[in-house]
């Protein structure tokens, strides 16, 4: 479902009472499930702290590292 988006598009996906919140980096999807009345703005915004530390953590980070350690 998310693969499948055009780049153009927007990082949400409503269905029914939830909300898909995603970002891509390089190879890596990071998607959260968020009730639809949440701000999606905000979970961005975590996700995009999430990656940082993660960068910090294991230097440049990638799927491997996320998998194996």
Same mark, same amino acid.
């Given at each position: ?7 153009? $598009? =927007?990082?949400f996906?409503?269905?029914? &009472?939830?909300? *898909?919140? @995603?970002?891509r980096?390089?190879? #890596?999807? $990071? =998607? ?5 009345? &949440?701000?999606? *703005?905000? @979970?961005?915004?975590?996700?995009? #702290?999430?990656?940082?530390i ?16």
């Amino acid at each position: 479902l998310i693969l499948n988006r055009p780049s153009k $598009f =927007t990082n949400f996906i409503e269905f029914r &009472d939830h909300k *898909l919140v @995603y970002r891509r980096y390089a190879g #890596l999807y $990071f =998607t959260l499930c968020v009730d639809v009345n &949440d701000n999606e *703005l905000a @979970y961005l915004e975590a996700i995009h #702290l999430f990656v940082e530390i993660l960068d910090k953590y294991f230097g440049s980070v990638c799927e491997l590292d996320l998998v194996f350690k």
